[in-house]
């Protein structure tokens, strides 16, 4: 009973990280929203599966660190000219959710993904 649940644990992490992956590929520039655990958890993720992404975002009214995990971090509207071809992966608790959407579409960005974390 135990080994059945750590093979249907081990098969929803494959199913989620593959769904991340297939996001991913489908834009030339992914950024993940945030700058606290949920993002550090989430570059940990893309690292261990040896994808690239091309730095964080915050929402405009956010201050902007320096950097964070040795990538630029930038405001929504920074990055908001190339939105068609930019994909973005919230790290953010799902409680903010319609805050951080909102956020997101009025920048004119509509590629969002919420993985699972």
């Known amino acids: ?9 081990k098969n929803a992490c494959m199913h989620a990280d593959q ?24 570059a940990d993720q893309l690292n261990a599966l040896n994808v690239t992404y ?5 929402s405009n009214d956010q201050a902007l660190k320096e950097g964070f995990f040795g990538k630029n971090v930038y405001h929504l509207k ?6 068609d071809h930019l994909g973005i992966l919230i790290a953010i608790k799902r409680n903010l959710k319609e805050i951080i959407e909102r956020s997101i579409e009025s920048n004119h960005i509509h590629n969002y993904y919420w993985p699972l974390l």
């Open 1 to 9: 009973r135990y080994m059945k649940h750590l093979i249907d644990l």
């Open 19 to 42: 769904e991340l992956i297939d996001f991913i590929k489908k834009y030339e520039k992914i950024y993940i929203m945030g700058t606290g655990q949920y993002a550090e958890e989430l």
């Open 54 to 58: 091309d730095g964080f975002v915050v």
């Open 78 to 83: 920074d990055i908001s000219d190339n939105a």
